[in-house]
């Protein structure tokens, strides 16, 4: 999510994926969307954990790090960070259509797209062009959904309130955050991505250095069952249960 100039500031929040790869890439999460962590103590079944951590509702930046889960400790480690990580423009908390903010909570990762060519993720990774959006038009079904469409052809959706993902800079690279994805409500929100940042608040996706997410990317295995945590304070830390 992050409109007009790549989810900068309140408008990019709209170019969509819309890609078929057989039913795997950009096909709707399975029944995981923000499903709670198990407990470590219960066997850690999301090995990976991306933490975002900002000091207040309305920070504009925060710090991310990523986290393994280690048997040997019987805890979470630390693999990456903190690295800064620019959030949206209105904070973090209650996310929607209509503000600039990113959601709170814990959500699945389980693909990635970028305009360049897939960096070396495990993650199902597509390359994406003009032709390939990320639906935010609300009044269309395909809400919240990746699609493929010709610039300017009529498919189901009004491509003027979505994200065309080849357009957008910050999609160099990208990882899915599977926010409102498994039976999308309209209105709830749509396109919440890991990008890489143009060092501005976003329209409610999460941004760092290149670098970084390339690393991030890297590290992902789907396996891992990998999620992100989103919070204030403390609370970004739910994910790994600190």
Known sequence: MDRASPRTLVDVKRT???????????????AVQAAPLA??????????VVTVK????????????????SPRIGDYRRVLGPVTAYVGADGVGKASEYVSRTPAGIYTLTEAFGRNIDPGTALPYKQVGYSDWWVSDVNSPKYNTVQTCS????????????????????YSYAVVIDYNRNHPVAG???GFFLHVTNYRPTAGCVSIEQSKLVNVLRWLK?????????????????????
């Open 16 to 30: 969509l994926l819309a890609l078929a790869l057989g039913g795997t890439l950009f096909a709707a999460p399975g």
């Open 39 to 48: 407990s470590p103590t219960a066997g850690a079944r999301h090995v990976q």
């Open 54 to 69: 900002v000091e207040h509702p309305w920070s504009t930046t925060g710090v991310l790090e990523t986290w393994k889960w």
């Open 151 to 170: 610039p300017g052809d009529w498919c189901g959706f009004d491509q003027g309130s979505s994200e065309q993902l080849g357009a957008i800079s910050v």
């Open 188 to 190: 709830r929100g749509s």
């Open 222 to 242: 789907p396996a891992r069952h990998p999620t992100i945590s989103i919070g204030v304070g403390n609370a970004a830390y739910a994910g790994i249960g600190r």
